[in-house]
């Protein structure tokens, strides 16, 4: 792919650092035209990724893509101090922020939800794309991504609170089940660094079934767990815990989370 660019990041924590390495790696971005500006840790990241450090002044002032990856509830306040120009085009990866709460103009901005995976060109993206946006900033903001792993498009700005607490904040929830799980073949005498690859390994080996076209989770489950086996016990285990009401609560209270973060 093309490089794309002058490309800025207002805010290079976790999820713009993710961004950047993912594009370096994938060789969508020149080092020398990547610009960072955060508030103390600019100098370090530049250093670390080989990259030009810069106030948010310069980023907005000398980038064609300015990736917008601060916290939430500085977003907004952050883009208004800032001048923008026609043909600039801003990505924000902001949690609970709504697009028209961000101003940009004359500028462009594209709402998206990454997720940490763009680090290693497995992210999941979901892009909002509806008739309000233009669809050559999506389509251009779309293959930013798809340099990075997978996107889908979002038609409606109501269903990124969802879309947020699932694959925005859903790693999460799977590291903490793949440390759970290799916690348990420890307790059952596997050692720790073999229990922690099996573990990993299991994901991905669910994963490749589940994404199969057709897949239906539920039945792969059911191929799995053989009558009188092991598997059934330990899914009667996760039932009488509520396993599956418990993930299905985190979703519904990430979402209502970043409604939260929308209001004022
Ligand atoms: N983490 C995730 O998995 C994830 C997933 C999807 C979306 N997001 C979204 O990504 C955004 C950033 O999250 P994060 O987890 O990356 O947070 P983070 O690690 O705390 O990064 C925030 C960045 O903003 C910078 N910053 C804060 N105030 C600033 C200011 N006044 N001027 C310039 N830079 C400033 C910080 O700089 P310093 O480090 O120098 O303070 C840091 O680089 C959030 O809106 C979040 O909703 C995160």
Redesign the pocket.
Known sequence: MEPIGDVGF???????RALLEGWLNAGLVERERVMV??????QATADALGVRAGT?FEVAARSDIIVL????A??AR?LASLKFELGQLVVS???GVSRAALPVSPARLVRT????ACRVGQGTTAILATADDYPEDVERITRLFEAVGQVVRVPDEGMFHGVTALS?SG?AYLFAAMEALADGAVAAGVPRDLARTLAVHTFRSATALAAAPGAVPSLLKDEVASPGGTTIRGLQVLESRAFRGALLDAVVAAAERSRELEKP
């Open positions: 207002l805010g290079c924590g976790r999820m713009g500006a955060a508030r103390e840790s600019a948010i990856a601060v916290k939430p500085q977003a952050m990866v902001v949690a939800m990454p997720n940490v925005g790693p």
